[in-house]
């Protein structure tokens, strides 16, 4: 019987849609997109709201020692372990409406609708929303999903520092979201996270759904170029030790390691700083950050190798001294089999067009992988855009993958009473 | 007999040494540096310092609308046009000891050696010290020079305005050294400053004295280069446009500028700035500045023709928009044959090691270069490193330098005898 219930049910489309606009008014920005950095006072907000939301809709919510939130709403069986849905609140400096949000909410709108309809799942289900997914203001992303998988241990998340030296713990503590609850110590029968593609792809193919196979194996890197800072106008260009010169040379050569490995790597340099930063003076240090991804940790490896090559022959040209550390391995994910076909079958219930796909970008899901059966469902986003205010996502895609969100946790927690 | 004396004078080297130690207490920095900006109570103790000192020396202290002051030491004829000396009191933020200070301090000296030895000149004397020659709180550098050079009115310098919103015209009555007397009323019949080289040539070619023949032009421009800033993960290699890879190409491409019309061009890349400066985010737009300096005007404008024939190139095969601003330029200045070659017999009759070299950086007697016969004197400092608490300069130089200003100081006024 909550089989065919199930069959008919679907979330409320104008419901979500409604909810997603009023969360981003929190943070919101002139150009349409949100800046909510983690752990925030902006951040304290939308938790606020989202742990109302979750308690209005019958839930019991539970924060880790990492400020993860947890939103529990009961099954039959107490014993079994809860089927969670979730990503996160956190933006970019320059976020969109989208990323991470829709797969809060419409794990919040999931709760809702089966309320609405008094649907009683065998398994309990969760709503998660991770601390830091974004890594822009402490690296690294994902932070607080990786403690709850056991990559990190708490310790490691409490030391990150932003840019102006505030460390995690005190900013945590800070905005009250220190839990008492330890990180990862109770087990998902599944996780589901639905999240905007963040890429072309789905939009080129004018595909609805992207049922997520796994995620690529990314790296991060940070570098310094030291030279020597001398005035610009009386410092020869022969006596020059330029560490922008040299930062920028190593630009160049980590955009070559990337099309030396396309179509499927990607190799970018996000963030730069020069010292002393003058008009008038020659950089004398230069700190800047690269991110290198490829599905397949083989390759990755051997872009990294390129990249041991090519920034020790920059810096020698140039009498620059310079220090590379690697502050990030995530290696390549697989999905689960089970949560994939979940995915595929709510998406050919729904009739949405579909195409399986490896994600580009991490997300909470590719550390969750770890310690329980997980996968993703992606929707398009206008022109693949992310990570920009001008990120955009179609009402009828969003709804759309919350149903097939729906549908995939419905049938996780069906087979429960199959076994 | 004047001119015998002459040849036997001598500066005090210990007492000129002595009294640059005791001023650099003012403002003096834990690193050995000193920071006495502009406009500040520092400044203006350093103000009362120097004046003292001059009226102790002898000197009538005058200071004009825009605060240099003028300490004047009587010559046999009044009517001749003063001749002057000087430089600035004002520093960095971070800045040294000896950058402009030994320039006032050494002219001081001249006229206490003067004093000792009862020399009367012809021409009456005047040390200066110019108002904000740095121009790190009020931007233009040397302002107040320029005022009296006729280069910008009282009202532009008056509205200057530093980060605190602060306004020049404010702070010179709160210092109280807005003088009655009108900037550039009065001529001189020659300026000479002596300063540090702020450049890394004499020492590397163990002179002692840089005979100053002229002051480079420089050109200052700012760019902004504009992409799409997307997300690093899941945007191909083939659908970036990655402002900060443009920004690199040009940063290079400047270098090459400078290359190009060495040994004297010199071309640099100081401040850059990159949006929105995320680890995972392709920079959408990245903002720098370029600095290109040359003696020979002629030169200068082929490096800017180089210049806005690089950069679309670059923004074009990337498909970046962009925009240049040039926004200063200070044409090249050569100074008076007869000034610079009394400072030539003058390292020659001290024996001084010396060769002619021309300022890469600005100097306040570039501007007073307009309106009276000027030259000027550099001595080395330790590895050309200045606007730096590190900033170092041999005791030996500093006096060799100071000896040579009085030299060339009493050949100028020598020239009124024989006339």
Known sequence: MSTIAAANLRVDGDRLWETIMETA??????????????LTDLDRQVRHWFADACVAAGCTVTVDEVGNMFARRPGKDPSLPPIAMGSHLDTQPTGGKYDGVIGVLAGLEVLRTLNDSGYE???PLEVVNWTNE???RFAPAMLAS?????????SYAYERTDRDGKNFLDELERIGFRGEKKAGDHKFGAFFELHIEQGPILEAEQKTIGIVTGVQGMRWYEVTVTGTDSHAGSTPMRL??????GASRMVEAVHRIGWAH?????????????????RNVIPGEVFFTIDMRHPDDAVLARMEEDLDRALPEIAAALQLDHKVERVWDSPAV???AACIDAVRQAA???????????SGAGHDAAYIARVAPTSMIFVPCEKGLSHNELEKAEPEHVIAGANVLLRAVLQMDAQHARE
Do not use: H, Y
Request: proline share 9%; charged share 25%; hydrophobic share 40%.
């Open 262 to 278: 396309a179509p499927d790597a990607v190799a970018t340099v996000g963030l730069i700083e020069s010292r002393p930063n003058s």
């Open 240 to 245: 020059r030790r330029d560490a922008l010169l």
């Open 348 to 358: 050919a219930a729904e009739n949405a067009p579909a195409r399986e796909i490896v």
């Open 134 to 136: 974004e890594g822009s």
């Open 25 to 38: 008014e929190i943070g919101g920005t002139p150009k349409g997109g949100i800046c909510r950095l983690t």
């Open 121 to 123: 799942t065998n398994a």
């Open 146 to 154: 990786g403690v709850f998988a056991g990559v990190f241990p708490p």
């Open 334 to 336: 697989k999905f689960d």
